[in-house]
């Protein structure tokens, strides 16, 4: 049977490591789309954006929510630097659920001190994380 190849993993936030371990493989959000990374692959710089990150270790998915930041690709290392990333299984449903809530009502109530940029950034952030956490919520609903 053929060796599996690996490579290492880091993911960081301004809270600190997130993840760091050796990986089969990342798929994850970049500002033009998704892209996937295997180990040996050529090296590479790129934004994030809001998306999800899949990560496949053991051959197991572990999966997490990002909100943007940027990835450096090695042949045998990969760091993303994440302005946010929670682990699918960590995200506080609730909490995203209101704050999908406090966005929507900011959209429509649309008044002069609302920033309609910054209401649309929070909602996609939340319906994101909701998202990865399997609530399968879209976001006018």
Same mark, same amino acid.
């Given at each position: 049977m053929a060796e599996r190849k690996h490579f290492q993993l880091e993911i960081v936030t301004p809270q600190g490591m997130v993840f760091s371990d050796q990986v089969e493989s990342v798929v994850a959000p970049a500002i033009d789309g998704y892209f996937g990374v295997l180990a040996g692959h050529i090296p590479l710089m790129t934004a994030l954006r809001v998306g999800e990150i899949r990560v496949r270790r053991r051959g197991e998915v572990i999966r997490f929510a990002t909100?943007?930041?940027?990835? %450096? @690709? #090695?042949p045998t290392r990969m760091i993303i630097l +994440? /302005?946010?990333? %929670? /682990? +699918?299984? =960590?995200? *506080? @449903?609730a909490r995203a659920m209101a704050a999908? /809530?406090?966005? #929507? =009502?900011? #959209?429509? %109530?649309?008044?002069? *001190? !609302? *920033? !309609? %940029?910054?209401a649309r950034a929070a909602l996609s952030r939340a319906i994101n994380r909701l998202r990865v956490a399997g609530q399968g919520v879209t976001g006018w609903a």
């Amino acid at each position: 049977m053929a060796e599996r190849k690996h490579f290492q993993l880091e993911i960081v936030t301004p809270q600190g490591m997130v993840f760091s371990d050796q990986v089969e493989s990342v798929v994850a959000p970049a500002i033009d789309g998704y892209f996937g990374v295997l180990a040996g692959h050529i090296p590479l710089m790129t934004a994030l954006r809001v998306g999800e990150i899949r990560v496949r270790r053991r051959g197991e998915v572990i999966r997490f929510a990002t909100s943007g930041g940027f990835a %450096e @690709v #090695l042949p045998t290392r990969m760091i993303i630097l +994440a /302005e946010t990333a %929670e /682990e +699918a299984s =960590k995200i *506080d @449903v609730a909490r995203a659920m209101a704050a999908r /809530e406090r966005a #929507l =009502k900011r #959209l429509r %109530e649309r008044g002069p *001190d !609302v *920033d !309609v %940029e910054r209401a649309r950034a929070a909602l996609s952030r939340a319906i994101n994380r909701l998202r990865v956490a399997g609530q399968g919520v879209t976001g006018w609903a």
